[in-house]
């Protein structure tokens, strides 16, 4: 080994050990308490959890209760095969999410990526079964041509429905120059925009409440103080594994014994 490619191993060895040796001691420790104390601090820190959960499920029936804007603009989307319009979106359910992803020309990524911020929202949604079984789409719109939308989801493993934009559905819906999630409902053909969230806001959406608590009829269950006249059914009857929704049988809690 020549004197040159000895001082670059032992510069590397060095780095390595330093970046280490950061790792390890940048961590500050708590407390070390006993069990008991343990379970103290877990308990009362417990009740300002269970407030949070109270006041986020108040939030949710807040939404609920948001007033309904009528969207009679025609907007057109393209998808695998043809076209499709606002209403086509709904796949024939009552409700539609829909996120705008930033994946086009310009955008960091392209033409192989949609952004990091996009692309990690894309990653934490959860199975779309269990949402479709509430009556609620949700899917994806970005400026990217179809191709490359299905080539980048063949790529990452995405699965939610992913149209293109082709209009000014972006602009006119709060979302052409940042992300952002919008919630809609139907009533036969008539389309309302129900909520709408970005920024922070739409960076815990993922998992199937957190979808559902943002849409006007909520997760639909019957503990929910929702408006009169919304649909309710009891909580875990409903809940099937993903692939038993059709003719599966009914769920239940999931309880030892």
Same mark, same amino acid.
């Given at each position: 080994?020549?004197?040159?490619?000895?001082?670059?191993?032992?510069?590397?060895?060095?780095?390595?050990?330093?970046?280490?040796?950061?790792a390890?001691?940048?961590?500050?420790?708590?407390?070390?308490?006993?069990?008991?104390?343990?379970?103290?601090?877990?308990?009362? /820190?417990?009740?300002?959890?269970?407030?949070?959960?109270r006041?986020?499920d108040?939030?949710?029936?807040?939404?609920?209760?948001?007033?309904?804007?009528?969207?009679?603009?025609?907007?057109a989307?393209e998808r695998?095969?043809?076209?499709?319009?606002?209403?086509?979106?709904?796949?024939?359910?009552?409700?539609?999410?829909?996120?705008?992803?930033?994946?086009?020309?310009?955008?960091h990524?392209?033409?192989?990526?949609?952004c990091?911020? =996009?692309?990690?929202?894309?990653?934490?949604?959860?199975?779309?079964?269990?949402?479709?079984?509430r009556?609620?789409?949700?899917?994806?719109?970005? &400026?990217?041509?179809?191709?490359?939308?299905? &080539?980048?989801?063949?790529?990452?493993?995405?699965r939610?429905?992913?149209?293109?934009?082709?209009?000014d559905?972006?602009r @006119?819906?709060g979302?052409?120059?940042?992300?952002?999630?919008n919630?809609?409902?139907r @009533?036969?053909?008539?389309?309302? &925009?129900?909520y709408?969230?970005?920024?922070?806001?739409?960076?815990?959406l993922?998992?199937?409440?957190?979808? /559902?608590?943002?849409?006007?009829?909520?997760?639909?269950?019957?503990?929910?103080?929702?408006?009169?006249?919304?649909?309710?059914?009891?909580?875990?009857?409903?809940?099937?594994?993903?692939?038993?929704?059709?003719g599966?049988?009914?769920?239940?809690? =999931?309880?030892?014994?």
């Amino acid at each position: 080994m020549t004197t040159a490619e000895t001082a670059t191993e032992t510069a590397t060895e060095t780095a390595t050990e330093t970046a280490t040796e950061t790792a390890e001691t940048a961590i500050v420790k708590s407390p070390v308490v006993s069990a008991a104390e343990w379970d103290a601090a877990r308990e009362g /820190l417990l009740v300002k959890e269970k407030a949070m959960t109270r006041a986020r499920d108040a939030l949710a029936a807040e939404r609920r209760r948001m007033p309904w804007f009528a969207v009679t603009q025609e907007y057109a989307f393209e998808r695998p095969g043809g076209t499709a319009s606002l209403l086509d979106l709904f796949e024939g359910r009552r409700q539609l999410i829909v996120y705008r992803a930033f994946f086009e020309p310009g955008v960091h990524g392209w033409p192989d990526h949609a952004c990091v911020g =996009c692309s990690m929202v894309a990653d934490q949604v959860s199975h779309l079964a269990h949402l479709n079984a509430r009556d609620t789409t949700l899917v994806f719109v970005s &400026r990217a041509p179809q191709p490359d939308i299905e &080539r980048v989801k063949a790529r990452m493993g995405w699965r939610m429905p992913w149209f293109t934009m082709t209009d000014d559905f972006d602009r @006119d819906f709060g979302v052409d120059e940042w992300h952002g999630t919008n919630a809609f409902i139907r @009533d036969g053909d008539d389309v309302y &925009r129900t909520y709408f969230v970005d920024n922070r806001g739409d960076e815990a959406l993922g998992n199937l409440w957190s979808y /559902l608590d943002m849409t006007a009829l909520g997760r639909q269950e019957t503990w929910e103080d929702s408006p009169e006249g919304r649909p309710q059914s009891p909580p875990y009857e409903w809940w099937k594994w993903h692939d038993e929704y059709e003719g599966g049988p009914a769920g239940e809690s =999931c309880r030892a014994g």
